[in-house]
């Protein structure tokens, strides 16, 4: 299942309305395995419900919303979502602050998604809740997109590393966990995994399209 945070500095105005739009959209679109939350960068409201701006907006638009209280972004959250999620450039600074470093790439901004990277709108000081709406729409959609390509490549990857002759499959099986466990004699596993893909492919126990794929992602780790 894939978690998404979304996060901004109170968690009152901007990250509960992506939650909600993003509950409302995942739902309209059938995908049921996405765990969705929302949090705050600063402490300032913690246990406050949704501004009433962002609420309003949300009935316009017929979104269900639930009982929502402020809390903050943990050291936790990181370890347990996949996406965290922050509306602005100063969100990402602030969440790093808590968290730490993004040693697993986890972090982004929204609108980093889109065609036209920038911050989601503030309603804040504008009081144009309708401005941070549309943006939001925009960063969940290409948001989303992106999560349907990622996840087409991880079903491709499945479907391109099944069926193969086990000692293809041991091969791949060493030098993942070489991979994992960094080893210094990495080059080996992957003239050995080289010699088994090649083998494979002369004795037709694998397509053309899986020995290329084998030869672009382990043996020139082009992706
Ligand atoms: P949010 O909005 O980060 O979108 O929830 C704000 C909430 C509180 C403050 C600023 C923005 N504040 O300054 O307290």
Redesign the pocket.
């Known amino acids: 299942m894939v978690k998404v945070l979304f996060v ?8 509960p309305m992506a939650e909600y739009v993003f509950k409302d959209m995942v739902k309209k679109q059938g995908i049921e395995e996405i765990y969705i939350d929302s949090a705050a960068t600063s402490s ?2 913690i246990g406050n419900s949704i501004h009433y701006g962002t609420r309003n907006k949300l009935k316009e638009m017929n979104i269900e919303y639930g009982n929502h209280f402020a809390r903050q972004i943990t050291h936790k959250d990181y370890e347990q979502f996949d996406y965290i999620i922050g509306m602005e450039e100063r969100n990402i600074e602030d969440i790093k602050k808590i968290v730490g470093k993004d040693n697993k790439n986890k972090i982004y901004r929204l609108l980093d998604f889109s065609k036209n990277p920038r911050d989601i709108a ?1 309603p ?1 000081y504008t009081g144009n809740f309708d401005k941070t709406y549309d943006d939001i729409v925009e960063g969940l959609e290409t948001f989303s997109n992106y999560l349907r390509q990622e996840k087409q490549v991880l079903l491709n990857e499945r479907i391109l590393e099944k069926c193969l002759p086990s000692y293809l499959e041991n091969d791949l099986k060493n030098l993942k966990e070489g991979i994992k466990n960094n080893v210094t004699y990495l080059d080996c596993l992957i003239n050995e995994l080289q010699g088994s893909v090649n083998s494979a492919f002369v004795d037709g126990d694998i397509s053309e399209e899986q020995c290329d794929y084998f030869y672009r992602k382990y043996i020139r780790m082009e992706i």
């Open positions: 901004c500095l109170g968690n009152i105005c901007r990250s300032e409201e503030d804040w």
